[in-house]
């Protein structure tokens, strides 16, 4: 029912706020993942079968990324490259003297446009928001003999996207993420009258009382030379627009009319003000509406964009404050990834996404390290997560003239593109700046004063929100919010000391958020000891992250290079935090590190390689166990979760007290095993770990099942699990069994396990297992999962890998160092 209630809230809300006339261009596009030799190669009529007819190109839905499956093949390095699409449009734009534009919402990293064989237009930037005017270029080539000969009456257009390396250019190849290629978020094809909003501002405020709001609208207008016989500049100089206010049922409260005198710059168009207005919080992420209608002769155009009331406030030295009440900010990080995929999410994906971190309790969401597509913005306004946005200048240092424009251009684009949102609190104007690596020249000074020139920009074109940086401590004094690097119990240190580290970093700063926390974990992968590895790890040294620290090898004993990577301990470091975060009154908030697990090429070493595995869900959406550690503390409607659901075997003696955890929000829990109660038990966030809801239980060899009911009042919710308890002892693995253990739809699912020479499983093998296949099926790898990857380390001694059948015949192996490859018949 909760999913429901956010799915009807967003069919309600989250309805696009572009022009009428706009239409997602999807299908019917072919891609070549690789350069060409000209514009005229693309465009040349070949037939099918000739041997002219090469290179060949891939049918292809939009969006679509370059990266989809080599971003985590962990045999080659990801194409950073040239590629090209292509399609033919039918265009017939109904405004007789309007314009026909290219909208893109988010290409990588540089683009050209071409109709035909004329080049319309370029960008550079991979996350901003632009647009081609592709008129007077249709409007010619509809006057040549290829238009009906070659083409029919379409419109071929031609787009090159290229992500090849550039020192020059933002994001950093040094980053901890990939920088993708394609047209990886949605264009559109927009039809728009000759006069139309190039761009609405609608700046919304409320005082601190909540008793009076008040509206500041402004617009930038489009408005250009008719297209050739185009019938001229009928209606330009009578143009009116209309503008209201609309309240969150669809009641227009207040209504202003102005004729505009000028095209020319921002036009201020109306105030409102209101009194009592709903507030917006992440509880009741209520949302108003502004309307702008332009009417003129040639014909109307309307503009919604979606706007809400919250006065929002960092104390000096203090927490965060939201309507005149504390608010902890209960946060998470987002990158633009997914299974299969890559950047190119669909709409669905990322509703998908965004309604599993509200079910988690998020409130807060760091945008890393890019901006990101108005359609999370939109969720984020329609759920009620408070968003920090970011430009991507991350690490690498700092370029020349070329470098700083695109980011003075990008922020600039990010602020404008996204001002209207209420869930936006800052702008981020870096990560990780104290990174070098790209130049020759690091030079502290130059960086920061390039971060007080974006400091002033972002001031300028807003004032309403507060700029940040994360990890950059001889910048912090420049921007409003600063969030240093603590990485308690990961990359240095104890999470124990995570409340220490903490406090003495923010009397540092006059305010304080601290964003990326957590841990590495490879899903599937659980512990009988998993915080043994922090006997050799020192304390009181920081808990900051260090030049090296993500490395596998070398340097001082870490949890990130020795810990077992076991959900088990990912779960006790995050409910350590989540535990003192209760009881930090000073606190503003914080954000883990991140919701899901995402590729990046300078981790080729981890479980899943090329994978960063600190998301509480795997890269496919499917949830750790982590997830549920922080639903048992962010979230109210009742829920309770026993630890191990992915966890078949347990080990140890005969009798051997064993610790079961159960995660929940509920007052009281009882637990059952074999069905026999154990008592019931109260929770008590302060009592860790799992807020005093474990019970040591003495098992015996063989199944078992575990029940729970948790209560708060008369409202009952239950889980269950089953597992094996295993007594036997093992030795080294001796060899490899590879058995399918389910098949449905043309899926089968197949599953290895190293066996010492007894033929037991080897409960704590981690060992590298690597599928091949040969026949009619399909490997479904390249996912970047834990069971969607060809080469992958083991979790407890076995490994799961996905065939799709074909409906025919194949031969999957498994291998692993040292031990004889196994064949199995599908």
Wanted: with cysteine; proline share 4%; hydrophobic share 35%.
């Amino acid at each position: 029912m909760q999913r429901l209630k956010w799915l009807l809230l967003l069919l309600i809300v989250n309805v696009s706020a572009r022009a009428q006339q706009s239409t997602r261009l999807t299908g019917n596009w072919e891609f070549l993942k690789q350069d060409v030799g000209g514009i005229w190669e693309i465009m040349r009529p070949v037939g099918k079968g000739n041997p002219e007819s090469v290179p060949l190109w891939q049918s292809v839905q939009l969006p679509h990324c370059v990266n989809a499956e080599d971003a985590v093949d962990p045999d080659v390095n990801y194409y950073q490259g040239p590629a090209w699409y292509r399609t033919q449009l039918d265009i017939n734009n109904p405004y007789n003297t309007g314009r026909t534009l290219l909208f893109f919402e988010g290409a990588g990293q540089k683009t050209d446009v071409y109709v035909y064989t004329t080049k319309v237009g370029s960008h550079t930037g991979g996350y901003d928001e632009w647009s081609v005017d592709i008129t007077d270029a249709v409007a010619a080539f509809k006057k040549t003999a290829v238009y009906q000969s070659q083409f029919k009456g379409k419109i071929p257009i031609a787009i090159r996207s290229d992500n090849s390396r550039d020192l020059e250019m933002i994001p950093s190849d040094l980053s901890d993420f990939n920088v993708y290629g394609g047209i990886y978020r949605y264009l559109n094809l927009v039809y728009t009258p000759l006069i139309a909003i190039d761009k609405l501002f609608a700046k919304a405020e409320v005082d601190k009382t909540g008793k009076l709001g008040s509206v500041n609208v402004s617009a930038r207008m489009y408005f250009s030379s008719p297209p050739a016989g185009g019938g001229g500049r009928e209606g330009a100089g009578s143009a009116g627009v209309t503008i209201k206010l609309i309240d969150p049922t669809g009641k227009p409260v207040q209504q202003k009319e102005v004729a505009l005198t000028s095209l020319t710059s921002d036009i201020h168009l109306a105030d409102f003000t209101l009194k009592t207005p709903q507030l917006w919080s992440p509880q009741k992420p209520v949302l108003y509406t502004v309307e702008a209608t332009i009417t003129t002769a040639a014909g109307n155009y309307v503009q919604q964009e979606k706007i809400g009331f919250r006065h929002f406030e960092f104390v000096d030295h203090g927490p965060f404050m939201l309507n005149g009440q504390r608010l902890l900010l209960r946060g998470t990080h987002r990158h633009e990834d997914q299974a299969g995929v890559a950047a190119a999410m669909t709409e669905d994906m990322m509703r998908q996404e965004m309604i599993m971190m509200k079910e988690m309790g998020v409130n807060f969401i760091r945008l890393g390290h890019y901006q990101q597509s108005r359609i999370i913005l939109n969720l984020c306004d329609s759920l009620g997560i408070f968003v920090w946005e970011e430009i991507p200048w991350c690490r690498g240092g700092l370029g020349g003239p070329v470098y700083k424009e695109q980011a003075r251009r990008m922020l600039t684009n990010m602020i404008e593109q996204h001002y209207n949102h209420p869930a936006v609190i800052i702008w981020g104007l870096g990560n990780e700046n104290d990174w070098p690596g790209d130049f020759p020249e690091f030079d502290k000074e130059q960086i920061r004063s390039f971060m007080k020139e974006l400091n002033e920009l972002s001031h300028h074109l807003d004032l309403s929100r507060k700029t940040a940086i994360r990890r950059c401590d001889f910048c912090k004094d420049i921007v409003d919010v600063y969030s240093p690097s603590i990485w308690a119990g990961w990359y240095r240190g104890l999470f124990t000391e995570y409340k220490q580290a903490t406090e003495e970093e923010f009397k540092k700063v006059t305010h304080f958020l601290h964003v990326e926390w957590g841990g590495d974990s490879h899903a599937g992968r659980h512990s009988e000891s998993p915080d043994k590895a922090l006997q050799s790890v020192k304390t009181g040294g920081g808990a900051d992250e260090r030049a090296g620290d993500a490395s596998l090898y070398g340097g001082a004993a870490r949890v990130s290079k020795d810990g077992d990577w076991s959900e088990t301990y990912l779960c006790n470091l995050v409910d350590w935090h989540l535990k003192e975060q209760e009881n930090m009154p000073w606190l503003t908030g914080t954000a883990q590190w991140p919701f899901k697990d995402f590729s990046t090429p300078v981790r080729p070493d981890n479980p899943v390689p090329y994978m960063n595995q600190k998301g509480v869900v795997e890269r496919d959406l499917t949830k750790k166990e982590a997830y549920y550690v922080f639903q048992s503390y962010w979230t109210t409607r009742p829920m309770v979760h026993i630890y191990g659901h992915s966890w078949p075997v347990r080990w140890g003696n005969e009798d051997e007290e064993k610790m079961i955890k159960v995660y929940s929000n509920c007052t009281e829990a009882e637990l059952f095993v074999n069905g026999k109660s154990y008592g019931i038990k109260k929770r008590n966030s302060q009592d860790f770990p799992a807020a005093g809801l474990r019970w040591n239980i003495a098992l015996k060899g063989g199944a078992q099942e575990v029940k729970v009911i948790a209560r708060t009042g008369k409202v009952e919710v239950r889980d269950s699990i089953r597992f094996q308890y295993q007594t036997e002892k093992w030795g080294k693995p001796a060899g490899l069994m590879l058995e399918k253990i389910s098949e449905a739809n043309g899926i089968a699912t197949m599953q290895v396990k190293l066996l010492d020479n007894k033929g037991m499983l080897c409960l704590d093998a981690a060992n590298w297992i690597r599928f091949s296949l040969a026949g009619d099926g399909k490997l479904i790898d390249n996912q970047g999962t834990s069971s969607g990857s060809r080469l992958v380390q083991a979790y407890n001694g076995r490994a799961i890998i996905r065939v799709q059948t074909n409906g025919g015949k194949s031969m999957i192996g498994a291998k692993s160092e040292g031990l004889k490859t196994v064949f199995k018949d599908l």
